[in-house]
């Protein structure tokens, strides 16, 4: 069920960023880097950040063992620069949920994406019951740990439409993801 839940939400991340263009991709968040290794697959020019250090190195050892020339650095979300880290295509998936002000992150990602973004979310409340029916988080409500913002898909839109315009919307389950153009 979750390889299913994933692929369909990897499936309608490509489908977007197809649709965007974009020849080269900053992701902010990048984890291990698994969005990026696909995406450098089908031709984009990659790049990372992410806040762990040990996590950007797992990143690169992924990408040099896909063969793929992957650029990944250790910063914040806080620490990007739109001079030296903007790209044609900014991914934000699963990050804004862990940021203390969602309302900075967001500026920073309008600020670095030229002219393109997709972020995502989980979908709440939805996200907690799929968490609470897998039994995992149960004394927590289903929240996953470090979530500390919550969006419904008509919040998070709303939400994106401060400083981003919204140009598609895709909900699979249990994520919003959202196309934005920086204004």
Avoid: K
Wanted: aromatic share 6%.
């Amino acid at each position: 069920m979750e390889r299913r839940l994933v692929r369909g939400f990897l499936d309608e991340l490509e489908s977007l960023v197809i649709g965007t263009g974009a020849r080269e991709v900053h992701e902010v968040g990048c984890g291990e880097g698994e969005l990026l290794r696909r995406l450098a697959r089908r031709g984009l020019h990659a790049r990372g950040s992410d806040i762990s250090a040990d996590v950007i190195d797992e990143a690169g050892r992924r990408a040099r063992a896909a063969q793929l020339d992957i650029a990944f650095r250790v910063a914040s979300l806080e620490a990007l620069d739109p001079g030296e880290d903007s790209a044609e295509l900014i991914l934000c998936c699963e990050v804004i949920e862990h940021v203390g002000d969602p309302r900075a992150a967001l500026e920073i990602v309008a600020r670095l994406a030229s002219p393109w973004a997709i972020v995502s979310v989980p979908r709440e409340p939805l996200w907690r019951f799929l968490n609470l029916g897998r039994l995992r988080y149960v004394r927590e409500l289903g929240n996953t740990p470090g979530h500390l913002q919550h969006w419904s898909r008509p919040s998070f839109i709303g939400f994106l439409e401060q400083r981003l315009e919204v140009v598609a919307v895709r909900s699979p389950l249990p994520w919003t993801m959202a196309l934005c153009r920086s204004e």
